[in-house]
């Protein structure tokens, strides 16, 4: 194993709840407003699934979004790269600003609004006919990002390396990506997604395939990509939200099965001293 | 607790383990009665006409009367392979397409497209002839090659548009999204993910299609019409070896005759055998992928 996993694993976990005075965390409050969703609606076909969500979405930071199992969190993520109507008889409305673009705008392609807003899936996805070279590579060449060889390899070299895979595939670059391990598969999808260089990244429960060694590796890479990109991870592990969060925004299912926004704040006042009784009854285990 | 494990130390009842056996019992006889007349074609094929087969019969052309003796297949065999690629050629792209156009697309139109193709795939191959040869050869008043291939591409679209449809329908969906929020085109995600992750089956699907449409005579008698004489030409007419086999064995009271209807039905069958066998081996050396089947 690398150092970073023997790292990860000796550093005491951070607690659960972190003191309301965690410094790093309260001051990080007022950055750059990189996503600016404002009555937000999503639903499949009549069914409405989330309701009228509002929220600002900092900057170089990481936010998670928890929520017990029916409200809305995916499919809140899936709006922001216009992911959700990609599924029959699903669509959402309300405002999603991107810096300062709405993403729902008529103008706006939504395979644009992909390309720089990447997304990583709870199931690992590379594609299982590409070699790991190419799982890289290739999206960027197809959308025009980079031509020829070497800018190939460079690029491969370059994200395989941020995305923390570089020293356990260097040497079979040009193996299937399916033969690599859960873990591996989901720094590799990583990998792929910063290939296209987009200042977003959108993780939808991106450990819970995941053994707790790969977790970790997961969750230590998301901290050193967090000075680089904005990052909004769905979770259901409230551990891992508190672990690598600077704000967390809780979810809740209304009485119509519609999922709504309880409240949203700095992971260490949301995991201390919650405002909503909800949000306390659900990140203390009393919830449904 | 002494219940529970007096229940697993009593023996399964006799009259359930003969229940179990039974089916496999069936199961293997099953098996056995299907292959009977597979194997005994075949035997019979072989016994009959090994005697017939050399280099010459391949590598010369029938006598102009077939009853009498000697010469050989040739004309048939490259009619045979001629039509059948150009058929290929024909259906393989435009059934591919068609079974993207279906699951992609969806819809009405698609709904209508797909009725059309289950239609067209239970349509008795004479018809499909009698349909070329009016579209076809009374447009260009005369039999030829050409029509004859055009007949075969109608008998191998179905099967070629149903296969494809069925793998791209498996593709898992965490991958097709995968290739969504990556912002790749349509076109971009068939040709370098959908296509190669499924290009296995679709292949199959594809020799299955050759494989029928080869052995196919009706469409062929008023297309190619069958040709004496060695021509590669797809305008004039052309031999194939389902119309020489069926020309020969019409007249079986020759001897000469049937021994070539069996000497050219062993090639066919060799030829198909052949096609089958190169087909897996070329998809099993694929590189690089292999992938897990998932």
Known sequence: ?288 | MAAEYGALLTPTSSARRFKANLVVVLAVVATAIALVPLASVFLFLITRAVGVLGIDFLLQDPPGDLSAAGGGIRNAIAGTLEMTTLATLIAAPLGILIAIFDTEVGGRLATGTRFFIDVMVALPSIVIGIFVYSLIVVAQGHFSGFAGSVALAAIMLPVIVVSTEEMLRLIPRPISEGARALGLSRWRTYASVFLPTAVSGIFTGLLLAVSRAIGETAPLLFTALGNNFFSTDMNEPMQGLPLLIYRNALNSAFPAARDRAMGAALVLVLIVLAFNLLGRWLVSRRKPGRSTGR
């Not at chain 1, 690398?2 to 410094?23: C, F, G, H």
């Not at chain 1, 029916?70 to 999603?96: F, N, Q, W, Y």
Request: overall charge negative.
């Open chain 1, 1 to 288: 194993m690398n150092e970073e996993v023997t790292m990860a694993i000796e550093t005491p976990l951070r607690q659960v709840s972190p003191a309301p005075s965690d410094p790093v965390r309260s001051t990080e409050i007022d950055r750059a407003v990189v996503l600016r969703l404002r009555n937000v609606d999503a639903f499949y076909g009549t069914r409405q699934v989330v309701r009228d969500i509002s929220l600002d979405i900092t900057g170089n930071s990481i936010t998670a979004i928890i929520g017990p199992s029916g409200s809305g969190k995916s499919t809140l993520l899936r709006c922001i790269d216009r992911m959700h109507e990609v599924i029959p008889h699903a669509r959402a409305t309300g405002l999603i600003e991107y810096l300062g673009t709405n993403l729902y705008d008529a103008r706006v392609d939504p395979a644009a609004v992909r390309r720089s807003i990447g997304m990583v899936f709870q199931q690992p996805n590379p594609f299982p006919t590409m070699s790991i070279a190419d799982n890289v590579a290739a999206p960027a060449r197809f959308n025009g990002l980079i031509k020829g060889k070497n800018a190939s390899a460079d690029l491969v070299e370059q994200c395989l390396r941020r995305a923390a895979l570089w020293d356990e595939v260097k040497d079979k670059l040009h193996q299937s990506g399916a033969s690599l391990s859960g873990g591996q598969q989901q720094r590799l999808c990583i990998a792929r997604a910063l290939a296209l260089a987009p200042k977003v990244l959108l993780m939808d429960e991106p450990c819970s395939a995941l053994d707790p060694v790969a977790t970790l590796q997961i969750e230590q890479l998301m901290t050193d990509l967090r000075a680089s990109y904005t990052i909004v991870i769905v979770t259901h592990n409230m551990q891992q939200a508190a672990r690598v969060s600077d704000r967390t925004a809780f979810l809740t299912m209304g009485d119509d099965g519609a999922g709504y926004l309880v409240e949203e704040g700095p992971t260490g006042r949301i995991f201390t001293q919650p405002h909503e009784r909800l949000t306390e009854d659900y990140i203390s285990g009393r919830f449904g």
